[in-house]
């Protein structure tokens, strides 16, 4: 028989996954928040600690049962109950109109009214959903349409997906649940900017972001990435009653799955095209990539009269506005070697037009990626601009011509001919010769162009002086005299004797976070380079710290921080710091890079959850200026961590084991000298 405490815990455990899951479905179905991430976050790890101590409590559909499971193997192939068929497109309101004629047509019967549901297209994936007895069981990618992937366990980490059905009523038996798995731009922004910060390639698109996401052997990863879901529709469903895609929509809203907000019912084709053509500008309001609008005969009836053509209904049309795309012939694929040794391919193409814009080069990804899409040299291809963004080659557009062939990334460094490695698990090439000409070469022209900023001086220049061997690193730059200048092609009096003043007025006046910045550190950006340099001040501070201690800097974890530790742990990185700082470039803080003194310099806080009279940054404006320092970690040396609404469960339990006085906003007005 269970224990009392065992049955307060299991009805806590239910209270607990009852509210979390509530809280999941305001967020993501009703889109009207309950409570706090904060307040989730507590929540959540009270549940998690509960179901460790009585694991005979934890249920399949646990909100803390989405946190991702160990690598699995291959993906099991299966079958979806129920075949998932694809859409005819149009690309026309003209082809809008004929196909509801043709629609009319077919159904027959003069005067019978057809409705229509119009929703945005998202560009993701479509999965399938299997729940038996209102739990989810097994969630697959679309795959051919009869057979897709058990991605169930990656499927389970998204919190959009409801691992029970919602609903007073039960639902018994077996439903398919089908809809769209996709990045949010948000999302896909800044899982890029962590990629390219880690060094790693971004992703090209958020589909391919999203595909790749859900497709991880370690659930774990998926469960990081920023994914969800819309539904937006039902295939097998036992004991469900439903007459119109309409209702459909109302059913799965009422069971805890999200469907997209713009969904509407027209009641004519005209007012279809209407919505179509609006959307086509309204699109890039949105916090999504759609990249069409379907269109649903509305009725179930008139569905089934109007039946499929191999897998593609009859009642559906995906409406796609025109892409961005032309043919050109693909010249050459060359070789960039980046700042970091990394091999980037990209495409020379023969100049075409494409969106009234003429391209004449655009990006590849990786050698396995080239060869994936049939990408070669010599062969006429589809080349895409997707909105703002970097022209993109696609995939061939017909058979390989004769005499072409795969793509072979070179075996030996275009620059140095060192012999390029390719690290296992990683997609990119590089040249692991860290003296190579790409580090020396792309570290002096970001730095002429982007840290030290030198009017006069740019990427041409810098290329010239590499060239002639004239300047090799930073400190060659801030060793050039006017007369090699002069010998250059290009350079007079007057030109040579600006640039020369601006290179030595860049000497001093590049503050130190910049100076950080311009050293090339993988990983470092403009704003981890600044709070490097406000939390240590100086170089020597830097250098003598250990990976702790950087860890506990603003915006680093273990492996960034374990980065920068083993950069200034390298000798001729050291040799370099040495020589610069020789040469007068600023290792130290500037008046601007220091907290400022006060009562409080030399102490350090960090604050967790909603304060009431002042937004974090306020509080934390308030508290530099009294000369504190503000951190996002608590530490031993934490001066105390204060605590609004909501606070943060980790930093609590950190704060109380390191004996770190915890603050409230009283006490942290009372610092202010408020009460
Ligand atoms: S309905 C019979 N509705 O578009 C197919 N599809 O080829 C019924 N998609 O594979 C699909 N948003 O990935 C439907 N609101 C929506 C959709 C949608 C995106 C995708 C889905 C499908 C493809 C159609």
Not at 4 to 9: D, G, Y
Request: glycine content about 8%.
């Amino acid at each position: 028989m269970a224990s009392s405490r065992t049955t307060t815990a299991s009805a806590r455990a239910a209270e607990l996954r009852d509210i979390l899951n509530r809280a999941l479905i305001a967020y993501h179905v009703k889109d009207e928040p309950v409570m706090e991430d904060a307040a989730y976050d507590v929540l959540f790890d009270e549940l998690v600690a509960l179901e460790e101590e009585h694991p005979e409590l934890l249920t399949p559909d646990s909100p803390t049962q989405r946190v991702g499971a160990p690598a699995s193997e291959r993906f099991r192939k299966v079958r979806h109950l129920s075949p998932m068929g694809s859409l005819d497109k149009v690309t026309t309101d003209e082809a809008v109109a004929k196909w509801a004629d043709d629609v009319r047509k077919r159904l027959g019967r003069e005067g019978d009214a057809v409705a229509y549901v119009l929703e945005p297209k998202i560009d993701g994936l479509a999965i399938n959903l299997t729940y038996r007895d209102g739990v989810l069981e097994q969630g697959a990618t679309r795959g051919d349409g009869v057979e897709g992937e058990d991605v169930t366990v990656n499927l389970r980490t998204i919190r959009a997906i409801p691992l029970a059905m919602a609903g007073k009523k039960k639902v018994s038996g077996t439903v398919e649940v089908r809809g769209e798995v996709y990045m949010p731009l948000s999302g896909f922004n800044a899982l890029n900017e962590r990629l390219v910060a880690e060094d790693k390639k971004p992703t090209p698109n958020p589909r391919n972001a999203a595909a790749g996401s859900l497709r991880q052997k370690d659930s774990t990863i998926t469960a990081a990435r920023p994914l969800s879901f819309w539904a937006y529709g039902i295939g097998v469903h036992e004991g469900v009653d439903l007459a119109t895609h309409w209702e459909t929509l109302t059913w799965l809203r009422e069971h805890g799955f999200p469907t997209n907000p713009f969904a509407e019912r027209v009641e004519s084709v005209e007012e279809a095209v209407e919505r179509c053509v609006a959307w086509e500008t309204r699109r890039r309001e949105l916090d999504y990539e759609i990249d069409g609008i379907v269109i649903k005969v509305d009725s179930y009836a008139q569905q089934e009269r109007l039946g499929a053509l191999h897998g593609r209904p009859r009642w559906s049309r995906a409406f796609k506005w025109a892409p961005l795309t032309a043919v050109t012939r693909l010249k050459k694929i060359m070789i960039r070697v980046g700042r970091t040794g990394a091999l980037n391919p990209w495409a020379l193409l023969e100049p075409v037009e494409v969106g009234g814009v003429t391209v004449s080069r655009a990006t590849l990804h990786n050698e396995e990626d080239i060869n994936r899409k049939g990408i070669r040299e010599g062969d006429d291809v589809i080349v895409q601009r997707a909105g703002d963004v970097i022209p993109q080659v696609v995939g061939p557009a017909g058979p390989h011509r004769k005499g072409t062939r795969e793509f072979r990334m070179p075996t030996h460094c275009p620059l140095c001919n060192t012999e390029i490695v390719k690290p296992e698990g990683e997609a990119m090439h590089r040249c692991p010769n860290r003296a190579c000409p790409s580090r020396g070469l792309e570290t002096l022209i970001s730095w002429v162009e982007g840290p030290a900023d030198i009017d006069g001086v740019g990427e041409q220049t810098v290329r010239t002086l590499w060239e002639k061997a004239l300047v090799r690193s930073l400190p060659d730059l801030y060793r050039l005299k006017k007369e090699q200048l002069l010998e250059l092609d290009g350079f007079g009096e007057i030109s040579a004797t600006n640039a020369i003043q601006q290179i030595e007025a860049s000497r001093t006046r590049v503050p130190f976070s910049r100076v950080l910045l311009g050293l090339n550190i993988s990983g470092i950006g403009w704003v981890l380079a600044q709070n490097l340099a406000r939390h240590f001040l100086t170089v020597d501070a830097l250098i003598a710290s250990s990976p702790e201690e950087i860890a506990e800097v603003e915006g680093f974890g273990p492996d960034r921080a374990e980065a920068v530790a083993e950069w200034f742990a390298d000798e001729d990185n050291r040799a370099l710091v040495e020589d610069l700082r020789g040469l007068g470039l600023r290792f130290e803080a500037g008046e601007d890079e220091k907290p400022r003194e006060g009562p409080l310099t030399g102490s350090t806080y960090v604050i967790t959850g909603t304060l009431e009279r002042f937004s974090r940054d306020e509080a934390q404006e308030r508290l530099e200026a009294l000369g504190a320092k503000v951190t996002g970690s608590v530490s031993a040396k934490t001066t105390g961590l204060v605590v609004g609404e909501e606070p943060g469960a980790s930093k609590l339990t950190k704060a109380q084991k390191a004996e770190v006085p915890i603050l409230s906003e009283a006490d942290l007005l009372s610092l202010f000298g408020e009460s």
